[in-house]
Nanobody, 124 residues
Framework: QVQLVESGGGLVQAGGSLRLSCAAS????????VGWFRQTPGKEREFVAA????????YYADSVKGRFTISRDNTKSTVYLQMNSLKPEDTAVYYC????WGLGSETLSKYDYWGQGTQVTVSS
């Protein structure tokens, strides 16, 4: 069992930066891949980024490539999403999720555990 708690969301102007954190509990967290997803009202939850259990492999949605960076510190059981050059269209609730297969995926159904989400609002 893994429990996830996101933090770091907030209100920022376009062009600004935020760093989201996903803190996990559970002894086996270091073996899980972690993904970040986001959702706006009336839309499906969409993939943002993912990282493999060892941090070697990372994956990004085309819309965030070059602006967002995912990383993890297994000694702290935490995964980060550094978001730079934010745009109003990045406004959403951001969720982190854990995938027990450990490799990372863009597919929501592969993630067994989800956090409660953190709101990111980018003003123009």
């Amino acid at each position: 069992q893994v429990q996830l708690v996101e933090s770091g969301g907030g209100l920022v102007q376009a062009g600004g930066s935020l760093r989201l954190s996903c803190a996990a509990s559970g002894r086996t967290f270091s073996y899980y891949a972690v993904g970040w997803f986001r959702q706006t009202p009336g839309k499906e939850r969409e993939f943002v980024a993912a990282i493999s259990w060892h941090g070697i492999n990372t994956y990004y949605a085309d819309s965030v490539k070059g602006r967002f960076t995912i990383s993890r510190d297994n000694t702290k059981s935490t995964v980060y999403l550094q978001m730079n050059s934010l745009k109003p269209e990045d406004t959403a609730v951001y969720y982190c999720a854990a995938d027990p297969w450990g490799l990372g995926s863009e597919t929501l159904s592969k993630y067994d555990y989800w956090g409660q989400g953190t709101q990111v609002t980018v003003s123009s």
